[in-house]
């Protein structure tokens, strides 16, 4: 068995509207040195697989699928023997 560890993160070429609504919010705090702030989605999930590639198959293929929308956003993971 697996623990995954997927970082979902928007491409530096799109938009990232909720990004920068923190900055405002942080900016907005009084801390004025921040910028380029990106809200990107970090997901864990185990898989039940024993073989450590069918482990990241499974996983490719479920990103690819579901979790990351591959004309805005790259992705990448890391897995962990539990």
């Known amino acids: 068995m697996y623990k995954a560890k997927i970082f979902i993160k928007r491409r530096r070429t ?4 909720q990004g ?9 705090l009084g801390f004025q040195n ?9 997901i864990e999930l185990e898989i039940n697989e024993e073989d450590e590639t069918k482990a990241k198959e499974e996983i490719d293929k479920i990103c690819d699928s579901l979790l ?6 790259d992705y990448f993971f890391e897995l962990e023997k539990i």
């Open 68 to 73: 990351a929308n591959p004309h805005l956003e």
């Open 14 to 17: 799109i938009l990232d509207p």
């Open 34 to 42: 921040v910028s380029n702030v990106r809200v990107d989605k970090y």
């Open 20 to 28: 920068k609504a923190v900055e405002l919010g942080i900016k907005s």
